[in-house]
């Protein structure tokens, strides 16, 4: 008889497993893109930038551009 | 006979800013608890697709911004914008392989760097951590809430042997208390009265309640999204009425400490 398994506080991606987190990681990359062309075309569009939408944009570029460095530390991990 | 005039619109009017009328009020937010919701949702389905759900959404916050007619609406968006994020963060994080403690620990990093990203968009840091009236005393009370509310999400939501993976307790317990920090700072520090400021106090409490509950819904346990439910409404009324989230991170800290090292220690031997 199986015994019954708690549910799985704190490990929402527990059984998920590398490939199901490889994808979201290129959702991600996507995401960061496209904040990044748009903060892009905002600072380039007008030689004083609107700095409210700089920082919003930042909330986005900021943290993810960390999280791909290091999914890209973690495949060279795996790599070597 | 008139003649509509066919020459193009001089360069001036095609770099106008856009037409300002968009404001956050109720509908909006219960339009955006729907689509968080979703999202968290699509995680049972499709790790891939809720986090596209999660980029959809932080990224229709930017876009916003040059449409919001007034300074609550503007106000609210870095926090909008920025718990789509986190989660973003928490499903694309290469983090699989840690154990939960250690795992929740690194998911800190960088949730703590949108916190104070969103804090610096709009809110004064000092604004936040202010003491409100009654002093320490009050602050302790708050904490204090934290031992019934432990005792109730113990109940509601068990804890799955070995989260703390190869940390000792103490690690473990000093990873816990600050990997909870950022998180009470976006959702009782910085959504709950940014939200307060545009749909009023109830609307503020229950619905930065019901976001943060939400984040719970991939765990498709009902206990987990009541539990999370009854931690942001006691934790949030702490909020409203001290002013400060100085009680409420305490709180949060002693209730993880409580739920994911002590009570497990006590109740399992």
Partial sequence: MTPSVPPPVLDLLRHGDARASMSAGLVLLAVLLVALTAKALLQSASPVPRQDAVRLLNILTVPLFIVFVAIVVERFGDLS | ????????????????????????????L????????????????????AAGGFGLLALTG???????????????????????????????APTADFASIPRLGLLAVPTLIVVALAMRARYR??????????????????????V?????????????AGARGHLPVVAAGVVLALAVVPDELLFRGLLQPAITAVAGQRAGLYLS??????TFIAYTSVGAVAAALVVGLALGWCRQRTGTVIGVVGARVVLVVLVYLAFPAIFRG
């Avoid at chain 2, 509509?4 to 909006?28: C, G, H, I, K, N």
């Avoid at chain 2, 019934?148 to 109940?155: F, H, S």
Wanted: with cysteine; aromatic share 6%; charged share 10%.
């Fill in chain 2, 62 to 92: 930017c876009a916003a911004l040059p449409f919001t007619a007034d300074e609550r609406s503007q106000a609210l968006l870095p926090v909008m914008t920025a718990v789509p994020v986190v989660r973003l963060i928490v499903v694309a």
């Fill in chain 2, 209 to 214: 309640a019901m976001m943060y509950a939400a």
């Fill in chain 2, 30 to 49: 219960v339009g955006y608890l729907a689509a968080l919701a979703l999202s968290e949702w699509l995680l049972v389905v499709s790790t891939p697709l």
């Fill in chain 2, 148 to 160: 019934p509310l432990a005792a109730a999400v113990y109940l509601l939501m068990p804890v799955t």
């Fill in chain 2, 1 to 28: 006979m008139t003649f509509r005039s066919v020459v193009p619109a001089p360069p001036d009017a095609l770099v106008q800013p856009a037409a300002r009328t968009l404001v956050v009020e109720l509908p909006l």
């Fill in chain 2, 125 to 146: 840091a000092a604004e936040l951590f202010r003491l409100g009236p009654g002093g320490w005393a009050t602050q302790l009370a708050v904490v204090l809430v934290a």
